[in-house]
């Protein structure tokens, strides 16, 4: 399992995040057509990272900075997305292979854009993921 898909599953498997996004939950690009359209969504992309080394190869603990992107109708809906889902990303957990230490996030930002279909509110986060290996934690 890569980092991506646990973040994933670590959402889908968040009873707030789920109430208001169910599955539409994405990494790096949100399906344009058919249902993945849906709001309200998610998506999730790595946008910096750290993986420190000593000499006898890197450390068990990795950091990435994702950006969690929640989209919908209503600006109110895609704040109390954007909270629920640095809910879920920021305490430890373990799925599959991949291991959470707790996290960091931040302040959402307001984003948005006009399309065909009416104005489309963004709030994004960045959280501050720290991970590793079961086999290294």
């Not at 954007?82 to 930002?109: K, N, T």
């Amino acid at each position: 399992m890569h980092l991506g898909e646990a973040l994933i599953a670590r959402l889908k498997a968040d009873a707030g995040v789920q109430a208001l996004a169910g599955s539409r939950i994405f990494w790096v690009a949100r399906p344009q057509k058919g249902p993945g359209n849906q709001l309200p969504a998610v998506v999730l992309q790595v946008i910096s990272g750290d993986r420190p080394q000593h000499l006898d190869g890197f450390e068990d603990m990795a950091t990435a900075q994702v950006q969690a992107n929640s989209f919908a109708r209503e600006y109110g809906e895609s704040r109390i997305l954007a909270e629920a889902v640095s809910g879920a990303l920021v305490d430890e957990a373990q799925v599959d292979d991949i291991v959470f230490w707790r996290g960091d996030v931040g302040e959402p930002r307001d984003l948005g854009e006009q399309t065909d279909d009416g104005f489309i509110f963004h709030a994004a986060v960045e959280v501050t993921v720290r991970w590793g290996r079961a086999e290294a934690a």
